[in-house]
């Protein structure tokens, strides 16, 4: 089948794109804070066409809204802001009639000052600078913050997917555009809506004493509560990846593929620890897996090195993600903050690593980076409490 769709937005100079798109869910699997209500939902938003909403691009970051608290952000200070903001937008080029990326610079430039006010943040600390040695000069960043201060828009996000929630009687998940006007009006276009594959379980799970723990972390995770015995843990050493050759780096989604493919044809419940984003399409940000090359395991754990600029993105909406919570895959990071209880990383050293045995024909450099254990019948034991946001893995 083949499907035609209009786009919405509108024209700037060479370009055509709508000043924000992005897509939402009616019901959150992810709460950055304990006291945050799932069901008030959550869009992922971003300046120009909603494709860099959807797909994890290199240095990207769209701007996660909780529709319960939503100027709630991970972020924590302005050099963090800049950072994990916006870079590149999508837009129709109409002089080569080509869908492609440009820098936010270059949009910002050819939108009107009203459009542009709904999608920056200002570094005032970085423009008195400025203004202190004579020089005036406007530094931002794109991450909507105009959006996610205007109650109007957010309660109207809220209204239309209730409304969808209510007419499907199940979650929903849309893609939308928002068109502002100069008098700060806005118009908010339904493009894309469809049931949201979500079991809705958010029971209480009591965590065992701290013994034994491999990992412990809060506030960073995204799934349903659970309870689970663990057969098998995969963890890639991030410091080993980074030395591991660019043009080579691709080539480590297809063990990771082995792995999943091993746990599959034995029926193995296992996590998946990786550095920085999983499914990106840049080696240098995390491991260009695809959704196949993971589907078997239970648990994927996106693991912080800042040393070398490998940053979880728990990227929410994105095609990723979606597959992720039809699958019931739990979600979460380790970061490198208070969000991380306990990491006991070493402990997996202590046991055989099985990849040898799984693919014979790899590098030692391969075997050195990846390890891959199996506990037999001594399983690990994992837990999630949804409304903690609370996650504990520990070995027997």
Do not use: W
């Amino acid at each position: 089948a083949l499907l035609v769709q209009r786009v919405s937005g509108s024209y700037y100079g060479d370009y055509f794109f709508p000043t924000a798109a992005g897509v939402g869910f009616s019901y959150s699997p992810y709460s950055p804070l304990p006291d945050m209500d799932n069901s008030k939902g959550m869009l992922r938003l971003v300046m120009g066409l909603g494709t860099k909403a959807v797909d994890r691009t290199k240095k990207d970051y769209p701007r996660i809204i909780n529709l319960d608290k939503p100027e709630v952000t991970m972020v924590k200070d302005i050099r963090e802001k800049h950072r994990y903001s916006q870079h590149y937008l999508d837009v129709i080029d109409l002089k080569n009639i080509s869908l492609h990326d440009i820098p936010v610079g270059d949009g910002l430039d050819v939108i009107p000052r009203y459009a542009k006010r709904v999608l920056v943040e200002h570094d005032r600390e970085a423009e008195r600078m400025f203004r202190d040695r004579g020089e005036r000069r406007e530094i931002v960043f794109v991450n909507c913050e105009g959006r996610v201060k205007n109650q109007e828009f957010i309660d109207e996000m809220k209204e239309i997917m209730d409304t969808l929630e209510t007419a499907y009687d199940y979650p929903v998940d849309i893609e939308y555009t928002v068109n502002v006007g100069e008098d700060n009006s806005f118009n908010v276009n339904l493009l894309q809506c469809r049931p949201l594959q979500v079991s809705i379980n958010n029971e209480s799970i009591e965590m065992p004493e701290d013994k034994n723990v491999f990992f412990h972390i809060k506030e960073s995770s995204m799934g349903m509560s659970r309870k689970n015995t663990i057969d098998a843990i995969c963890y890639v050493d991030p410091h080993k990846y980074y030395e591991y050759p660019y043009a080579q780096k691709s080539s480590i989604s297809r063990v990771i593929n082995d792995v999943n493919a091993y746990c599959k044809e034995n029926d193995k419940t296992a996590i998946l620890i990786v550095p920085g984003r999983i499914g990106t399409s840049s080696p240098e940000l995390g491991i260009p897996v695809v959704f196949a090359d993971i589907s078997h395991f239970s648990a994927i754990l996106e693991e912080s090195y800042s040393e070398v600029g490998y940053m979880p993105e728990l990227s929410f909406g994105s095609h990723m993600f979606q597959d992720l919570v039809e699958a019931e895959i739990y979600y979460g990071a380790l970061f490198e903050n208070e969000k991380k209880l306990e990491f006991n990383k070493d402990m997996i050293y202590d046991h055989k690593n099985i990849l040898k045995d799984i693919n014979p024909n790899l590098s030692e450099e391969i075997y050195d980076m990846i390890q891959v254990i199996d506990f037999g019948d001594d399983k690990a034991e994992f837990y999630h409490d949804m409304n903690k946001d609370e996650t504990l893995c520990i070995f027997n």
